[in-house]
């Protein structure tokens, strides 16, 4: 049984269809990554999920159950964490507040315990630990990705949505983030990823799948998407064969 499935599903911002009926699953443990262009649905599909967006027909099942009439807080509560795109962590308050925040679906956490998980993310990300008494706003685009990462991972999910990571961010901080990126799939978190960068994305995934317009077009391995043409076209750059990587 997939940890998600995605059945038929359609959703839509008033008047504007933005998904026609994607179906998709992510098993547990692996990372799986939406391709796409800018308006193709990925943001609306993880979006979706979260109980962010109205699914007007179609049903999402989450550890095999229909979550398409539950609210964001008890997704979360299930243990779905959403990375949003552009991190929108909180600028006026310190990296530890920013991460202890995440944990505020869970209820009451002992101190003790609180700061052995503050902890654990600052083994993840020590560039957090240094800056732990900085505010949000101080923080670099990097660092402010890795503090959305982290507080996204106090809640302790199963499956972690990330939206964009590495959006407007210089190549050596994507290096990094895609390394904490394989990191997190280690400790058992299950990730679908949505990405641009269609080459760092398929560097990382045990699968694809490619949205054009708000509907699926391509599905498959990374090897089986970098050789082909028209996603290597569209995403990859072009050429003959594109390397995995």
Same mark, same amino acid.
């Given at each position: 049984? !997939?940890?998600? %499935?995605?059945?038929?599903?359609?959703? #839509?911002?008033?008047?504007?269809q933005a998904l026609k009926g994607i179906s998709l699953h992510v098993e547990q443990g692996e990372i799986v990554t939406l391709l796409g262009a800018n308006g193709a649905g990925k943001s609306t599909t993880l979006?979706?999920?979260?109980?962010? &967006? !109205?699914?007007?027909?179609?049903?999402?099942? =989450?550890?095999?159950?229909?979550?398409?009439?539950?609210? !964001? /807080? *008890? $997704?979360?509560?299930?243990?779905?964490?959403? &990375?949003? *795109?552009?991190?929108? $962590?909180? !600028?006026?308050? @310190?990296?530890? %507040? +920013?991460i202890v925040i995440g944990t505020s679906a869970r209820g009451h956490i002992p101190q003790a315990q609180m700061?052995?998980?503050?902890? %654990?993310? =600052?083994?993840?990300?020590?560039?957090?630990?240094?800056?732990?008494?900085?505010?949000?706003?101080?923080?670099?685009?990097?660092?402010?990705?890795?503090?959305a990462f982290a507080r996204g991972l106090m809640s302790k999910p199963k499956l972690l949505l990330l939206d964009e990571p590495s959006l407007g961010l210089a190549p050596i901080i994507v290096q990094q983030l895609f390394a904490t990126i394989r990191t997190i799939r280690t400790r058992? @978190? @299950?990730?679908?990823? &949505? /990405?641009? +960068? #269609?080459?760092? #994305?398929?560097? &990382? #995934?045990?699968r694809g799948y490619v949205l054009v317009t708000g509907n699926l077009t391509v599905e498959g391995t990374p090897a089986q998407l970098l050789n082909n043409e028209e996603v290597r076209a569209a995403y990859l750059g072009g050429g003959k064969r594109a390397e995995a990587v």
């Open positions: 049984m !997939p940890l998600l %499935e995605l059945r038929d599903v359609h959703s #839509a911002y008033g008047n504007v979006r979706s999920i979260s109980g962010l &967006v !109205p699914v007007t027909s179609g049903d999402i099942l =989450y550890d095999g159950k229909s979550i398409l009439r539950t609210v !964001p /807080e *008890e $997704i979360v509560r299930l243990g779905v964490a959403h &990375v949003p *795109e552009g991190r929108r $962590i909180f !600028p006026g308050l @310190t990296v530890k %507040e +920013n700061e052995s998980e503050v902890e %654990e993310m =600052y083994q993840i990300f020590p560039d957090l630990k240094r800056l732990s008494d900085s505010q949000g706003w101080s923080l670099s685009g990097g660092e402010q990705q890795m503090l058992g @978190t @299950t990730v679908l990823l &949505v /990405e641009q +960068n #269609a080459n760092m #994305a398929l560097s &990382v #995934a045990d």
